[in-house]
């Protein structure tokens, strides 16, 4: 499955973004979807994951009750609603697909990767 993220953007602390994540090649709805981020000399971090269906999601605890991850099947594409944007959110953000919904949050059990998109948000 291709991967493409987008949605990226500078702005202010407080701002809102949504981040989409399009999917081509297999049939969507078989996998797990997560978004992870990398700020400049840092490791990649895990933010959401949501299972096969939309029914269950995962955050990080560094987001929770900020960001919302959905999907919609029918337009193969999973959005990460990201609300009151702190400047250490600032990084690139990346969406990446896995079969099972299982240890979403470990970054090396992801078997497909988008190119990313940035998040820059200012004080």
């Known amino acids: 499955v291709q991967l493409q993220a987008s949605g990226g953007g500078l702005v202010q602390a407080g701002a809102s973004l949504r981040l989409s994540c399009a999917a081509s090649?297999?049939?969507?709805?078989?996998?797990?979807i997560g978004w992870f981020r990398q700020a400049p000399g840092k490791e990649r971090e895990y933010v959401a994951a949501?299972?096969?269906?939309?029914?269950?999601?995962y955050y990080a605890d560094s987001v929770k009750g900020r960001f919302t991850i959905s999907r919609d099947n029918a337009k193969n594409t999973v959005y990460l609603q990201m609300n009151s944007l702190k400047p250490e959110d600032t990084a690139v953000y990346y969406c990446?697909?896995?079969?099972?919904?299982?240890?979403?949050?470990?970054?090396?059990?992801?078997?497909?990767w988008g190119q990313g998109t940035q998040v820059t948000v200012s004080s």
């Open positions: 090649g297999r049939t969507f709805s078989d996998y797990v």
């Open positions: 949501i299972n096969r269906s939309g029914g269950a999601t």
């Open positions: 990446a697909a896995k079969g099972r919904f299982q240890s979403v949050s470990d970054h090396l059990g992801y078997d497909y």
